[in-house]
């Protein structure tokens, strides 16, 4: 019966996590391709084999990335600094104005439902022209406040991330649902030790690779025809 109660907590405890990283909760990540389009485009990712490639190197970047990111706001980092560099960190103007705009998206939708204190320092700041406001940074807040451990939060954060990426090289290659489910399921062993490289990787590690996404993001703002706003 105890157990019983403590996997009914546990679940309680994560359920605002499952809300906030639902696909459908509308921050506009949707609108968003990371550069997909420009490897679909350019027929880098064009089946379900490159797709699984592109998952093998979207997650053994995002420790030096977003979730890098998201992890050192969780665990309590001064948040100013962390937008910061993660300005810096976002060169292609579109995925960096975007970032901006789903963390505003998310601090408004989630101050009206809850209260989440260091959330609402955060957009105080932004308000005060202190911070210009990043997803990762209120998302590792967001972990922060709800008090859910950091390593099996991150990992839905982790999840995600790649979720949202399949849904959009399903769209745009096209592939078939079953083969980009399958080729997210292939990844999802991975997410475990990237979230452990992200609790422990060093400030200065941040935003040491992922050029070659950059590149590909800074191209799509010149595609023609483009579905994604990135």
């Given at each position: 019966m105890d157990t019983n109660t403590d996997i009914i907590i546990?679940?309680?405890e994560m359920l605002p996590l499952y809300h906030a990283f639902d696909a459908l909760f509308?921050?506009?990540a949707y609108t968003l391709s990371g550069g997909m389009e420009t490897y679909t485009q350019m027929g880098i990712v064009c089946d379900k084999g490159t797709l699984n490639a592109f998952l093998n190197a979207q997650v053994y970047?995002?420790?030096y990335s977003d979730l890098g990111i998201a992890a050192k706001a969780a665990e309590g980092m001064d948040f100013i600094y962390l937008d910061h560099?993660?300005?810096a960190m976002k060169q292609p103007h579109e995925i960096r104005t975007g970032s901006e705009k789903m963390c505003s998206r998310f601090l408004k939708i989630q101050s009206e439902l809850a209260d989440y204190p260091s959330l609402s320092?955060?957009?105080a700041e932004i308000a005060?022209?202190?911070c210009d406001g990043h997803y990762p940074v209120a998302v590792g807040l967001f972990i922060r406040d709800t008090g859910v451990p950091n390593g099996a939060a991150l990992e839905m954060y982790c999840y995600s991330i790649l979720s949202l990426t399949v849904n959009h090289a399903v769209k745009l290659i096209?592939?078939?649902q079953s083969d980009g489910q399958s080729a997210l399921f292939e990844t999802l062993r991975l997410i475990p030790s990237a979230v452990q490289k992200a609790l422990v990787v060093s400030?200065?590690?941040l935003g040491v690779s992922g050029c070659g996404f950059d590149l590909r993001s800074i191209q799509h703002e010149t595609l023609k025809g483009r579905l994604y706003s990135s």
């Open positions: 546990t679940m309680n509308p921050i506009g970047i995002l420790p560099l993660c300005a320092a955060y957009r005060q022209g202190h096209p592939l078939g400030i200065e590690d």
